[in-house]
């Protein structure tokens, strides 16, 4: 079964610092997507970022980047230069390939609060 | 530019009634979504639609069901509404690696 574990319930963070959110994520399927969510105290899902298990190349999207390592099943969000509006919930989340019809499972997620 | 609406944003019920939650999409996107969120739980999958017309059970579909009858609409209905049923319920509809999500329903049953 697919499986998403986010072991960070919350994060501290000092601002301007980078800081690192671990996922790791267990499937069979050889095709698949990541993904990193990002969740306000608005509570909308934005959408940061996207790996696919085919990618050569660690995703990149402004101050997110994605460490993919195939081999241990981990695809670790990387926020560079924290900023204050980057307080929020982050969920990591997997789209298998085959019969998985396209939904997505979602971790438990990480509440990270950035410090001035 | 409204991408996925719900409607309500919120409600109160008592236990036993029922309701319905409305998704709409106006992307023209296949596949539709409808997850629960509850506090340290993160986002599951209730019910999903691959096509107008078609649903299929996610993994906490007890005490729901579902209905496809437009390609741009994918309703939730609550038949009998208990209180293990208090959740943020989100809409989400995608093609490809696409997903967009509705801003939520959040619902307390007392």
């Known amino acids: 079964a697919q499986k998403i574990t986010q072991t960070q319930p919350g994060m501290f963070v000092q601002e301007k610092e980078a800081v690192t959110l671990d996922c790791t994520y267990d499937t069979s399927d050889p095709s698949y997507g990541l993904f990193w969510y990002k969740q306000p105290s608005s509570g909308e899902m934005i959408f940061l970022i996207y790996?696919?298990?085919?990618?050569?190349q660690n995703a990149t999207e402004g101050r997110y980047s994605l460490n993919f390592q195939k081999a241990r099943k981990s695809a670790n969000l990387v926020i560079s230069a924290s900023q204050l509006g980057d307080s929020a919930m982050y969920f990591c989340a997997m789209r298998g390939g085959g019969g998985s019809q396209g939904n997505l499972i979602f971790g438990k997620g990480t509440k990270l609060s950035v410090k001035p | 530019n409204a991408g996925v609406t719900q409607t309500p944003k919120f409600r109160v019920l008592k236990t036993g009634q029922s309701m319905t939650l409305l998704c709409a999409q106006d992307?023209?996107?296949?596949?539709m979504y409808w997850y629960r969120q509850d506090p340290g739980m993160g986002l599951r999958l209730i019910h999903y639609?691959?096509?107008?017309?078609?649903?299929a059970k996610g993994e906490v579909p007890d005490g729901y069901n579902v209905s496809r009858l437009k390609k741009q609409n994918f309703l939730l209905g609550l038949e009998s509404a208990a209180p293990s049923q208090t959740s943020v319920y989100f809409c989400?509809?995608?093609?490809?690696?696409?997903?967009?999500f509705g801003s939520g329903t959040r619902l307390t049953v007392v």
């Open positions: 790996q696919g298990s085919y990618d050569q």
């Open positions: 989400a509809s995608s093609f490809d690696y696409g997903y967009t």
């Open positions: 639609s691959v096509g107008e017309g078609t649903t």
């Open positions: 992307m023209n996107h296949e596949y």
